[in-house]
């Protein structure tokens, strides 16, 4: 059995190719893929070659951890069954080619306890689930707080402060510099930091990588106040002392995603308290990759990218 797979050489080398893929056990179901998300975090770090070392990693890879598809095989020993609509947060089964995280493949190979079952009337909209799940973990972790400002108005800035909205909490305020991203807001207000000169945070989500800007939100919380990094960072991250001392600063950092995370995230979803509208903004056939890839990174109007493999 083969798939055709998003496979990334080198840093900026991006073909499609066609993989052999490893045979499925009882326990694994075979999928074949829609849809796959782009990543504007974890991949633009494997894209650039910036992705920290850890083990595991290293080039000729497929990427991708968000994959909505149909189940076309399921092993005797799982609970699925063929036709049945499934989110995939990554595979591993191309043999000697690494999948961090596997799943940008138009099939795939997984066990069936990875995979998530999705109504299919989410349709493209499904591989969101990851994110939205992310973004539910940052605010649902024990004695957390729930975000005042947010800063970044990229799509998980947008499902943060969507999620704060939909667990009843006050809508926050979102920080975002680049007018072209700055429109969308949903029960919530989009300013320039510039313009906003509150100091009295009691907490700061920031989703925007940048490893720069810990000192400034720090000078921005009130006493007790919490930073939460809730980006992925490829530098160190470092703060002046003083300040944060004197606030009695919390510094936080949240991880991804867990399965009782997506289990609530399907309820928001699902009940209609989240929506994942106006959040994929560009679509690509999953032949022009390349193409995609380049435009997912380096265009500020792409809040998300999407491979369609239906088309391939």
Partial sequence: METIAVVLKQPKLVEINRLALTAPTPEDVVVDVAWS????????????????????????????????????????????????????????????????????????????KRVIPIEKSLGERGILLALAATAYHAIAAPGARSPECIVGHGVLGRLLARIAVALGNPPPVVWEKNPIRTGGAMGYSVIDPAEDPRRDYKS?????????????????????????????????????????????????????????????????????????????????????????????????????????????
């Fill in 204 to 312: 700061i989500y920031d989703v925007s990588g940048d490893p720069t800007l810990l000192d400034s939100l720090i000078s921005r919380i009130a006493a007790g106040g919490e930073v939460v990094l809730a980006g992925f960072y490829s530098e160190p991250l470092s703060f002046a002392f003083p300040p944060a001392f004197m606030r009695e600063a919390r510094i936080r950092v949240a991880a991804e995603w867990q399965q009782p995370d997506i289990a609530a995230t399907k309820e928001l979803i699902e009940s209609g308290r989240l929506s994942l509208d106006g959040l994929i903004t560009h679509h690509h056939d999953a032949k022009a990759a390349p193409d995609a890839y380049r435009i997912a990174f380096e265009d500020a109007a792409c809040l998300k990218m999407v491979l369609n493999w239906r088309l391939s």
């Fill in 37 to 112: 998300g782009v990543s504007t975090g974890t991949e633009r770090l494997l894209w650039s070659g910036r992705m920290p070392a850890f083990p595991g990693m290293g080039y000729p890879l497929v990427p991708g951890y968000e994959s909505v598809g149909e189940v076309v095989e399921a092993g005797s020993e799982t609970d699925l069954r063929p036709g049945q609509m499934v989110f995939v947060p990554g595979a591993k089964c191309f043999g000697e080619v690494r999948g961090l995280f596997g799943a940008s493949a138009s099939r795939l190979v997984v066990a069936a």
